[in-house]
């Protein structure tokens, strides 16, 4: 796999639903509502962002623009203690984690709720209306692999919304450990709470 993933996801569906996911990232960005989705589509662009955090979390979560975690707050236990390298400083913090989260540390954490191990910017965000449906497009750019696990928790954010996405180079895994990875276009989409790499790869 190569070390940068670049991907274009689209979330679509009627103007409340889609509304309802930019309502979600003011919320979380600590912007208020206008009641209306291209105003509230704007402010969100111009002024979104990942919750507040101190230089520390930097390592952690990106601190400025619209990000993977402004609809997808990463827990502050993971922010305090490092867990993911020095677990055993922590033990109290690493038992609660692993409880109440399913995940020791920000790393693991972050493969669990992203699909990749750094939070990511939303770059090229549009918004269309197009045969009364409305599409909120985004450019990604992730390490490794492609953010399934944050598609598929957009859509558990709005269960009424369609995501769709497309991986630009993804590698297509060889059926032998001799053979070399293959360059292709991937289209998926999430379906009942998982990802469908149902469509025909194509090569790059």
């Known amino acids: 796999m190569p070390n940068w993933i ?4 689209t979330f679509s569906g009627t103007e409340e639903a889609v509304h309802k996911l930019i309502k979600i990232g003011l919320e979380h960005s600590g912007l208020p509502s206008t009641g209306d989705l291209r105003q509230d589509f704007n402010l969100l662009v ?3 962002k990942s919750p507040e955090l101190d230089k520390e979390a930097q390592r952690v979560v990106m601190t400025k623009g619209l990000t993977a975690r402004t609809f997808l707050p990463i827990p502050e236990t993971y922010i305090l203690y490092d867990t993911t390298n020095h677990p055993n400083r922590y033990p109290d913090a690493a038992k609660e984690q692993q409880e109440k989260y399913g995940a020791v540390g920000w790393y693991d954490y972050n493969c669990m709720t992203l699909g990749t191990k750094w939070d990511f910017e939303l770059t090229n965000v549009e918004l269309e209306e197009r045969d009364n ?3 909120f497009y985004t450019d990604i750019e992730t390490a490794w692999d492609y953010p399934a696990q944050w598609f598929v928790a957009m ?3 709005v269960s009424e919304l369609k995501v769709d996405f ?3 180079n993804y590698y297509d895994p060889p059926e032998d450990d001799d053979d070399p990875f293959e360059a292709c276009r991937l289209y998926g989409y999430v379906d009942d709470g998982e ?3 149902g469509r025909r790869f194509e090569e790059l």
């Open 6 to 9: 670049f991907s274009t996801a």
């Open 46 to 48: 111009a002024e979104g």
């Open 133 to 135: 449906r409305w599409l």
């Open 155 to 157: 859509k558990g954010l």
């Open 166 to 168: 497309i991986v630009d």
């Open 195 to 197: 990802i469908k790499e």
